[in-house]
T-cell receptor, first 113, second 113 residues
Framework: ETGVTQTPRHLVMGMTNKKSLKCEQH?????MYWYKQSAKKPLELMFV???????ENNSVPSRFSPECPNSSHLFLHLHTLQPEDSALYLC????????????FGPGTRLTVT | QKEVEQDPGPLSVPEGAIVSLNCTYSNSAFQYFMWYRQYSRKGPELLMYTYSSGNKEDGRFTAQVDKSSKYISLFIRDSQPSDSATYLCAMSTFSGNTGKLIFGQGTTLQVKP
């Protein structure tokens, strides 16, 4: 295991639901990331946090709302999603912002019906 | 034009074959070049990284960077069924501490026994 855990591993939700994805890192890292992985597309960086402060928001729709209460935990709150939001959502951490080695969790497979 | 281009495959080879995986890129400011490996139902993990141009070898794996051609490669010698995975190239400028990773689409490799 990489030291980054994500829950739930699978999630099916309707377009009117509200749900949250959780990420926890046990590595003592200072930076955390949310990525979206869709089939045949590159990993899309969504949000970046450094020392609990959001430093990047890559033009992500407001139906995705991140939260970083401390340097070990990261959440992604979801509401009124669209079917095209179905994807694998990956959380990652790195020692510091911009480090080339990022440690990824196993991801949450999200299906929006 | 995408910043990083990678043939998604799939690529199928017999056990023991030499595998060549490649990426091209357009941003000449990239200085750090990484290869991540992603097994099914897992997050990506860093396999190798190279700074600037040149070769780097680690066991059966060799990473090459040709900045003049904006082309990077990963070679796998004596490929094994356990090498079956998706291989993602990633690049970064790492200017100060604001650099972020730009990923290719990933190439799916299957090594048949």
């Amino acid at each position: 295991e990489t030291g980054v855990t994500q829950t739930p591993r699978h999630l099916v939700m309707g377009m009117t639901n509200k749900k949250s994805l959780k990420c926890e890192q046990h590595l003592g890292h200072n930076a955390m990331y949310w990525y979206k992985q869709s089939a045949k597309k590159p990993l899309e960086l969504m949000f970046v946090y450094s020392l609990e402060e959001r430093v990047e928001n890559n033009s992500v729709p407001s139906r995705f709302s991140p939260e970083c209460p401390n340097s070990s935990h990261l959440f992604l709150h979801l509401h009124t999603l669209q079917p095209e939001d179905s994807a694998l959502y990956l959380c990652a951490s790195s020692q510091d912002l911009g480090a080339y080695e990022q440690y990824f969790g196993p991801g949450t497979r999200l299906t929006v019906t | 034009q995408k910043e990083v281009e990678q043939d998604p495959g799939p690529l199928s080879v017999p056990e023991g074959a030499i595998v060549s995986l490649n990426c091209t890129y357009s941003n000449s400011a990239f200085q750090y070049f990484m290869w991540y490996r992603q097994y099914s139902r897992k997050g990506p993990e860093l396999l190798m990284y190279t700074y600037s141009s040149g070769n780097k070898e680690d066991g059966r794996f060799t990473a090459q960077v040709d900045k003049s051609s904006k082309y990077i490669s990963l070679f796998i010698r004596d490929s094994q069924p356990s090498d079956s995975a998706t291989y993602l190239c990633a690049m970064s400028t790492f200017s100060g501490n604001t650099g972020k990773l730009i990923f290719g689409q990933g190439t799916t490799l299957q090594v048949k026994p």
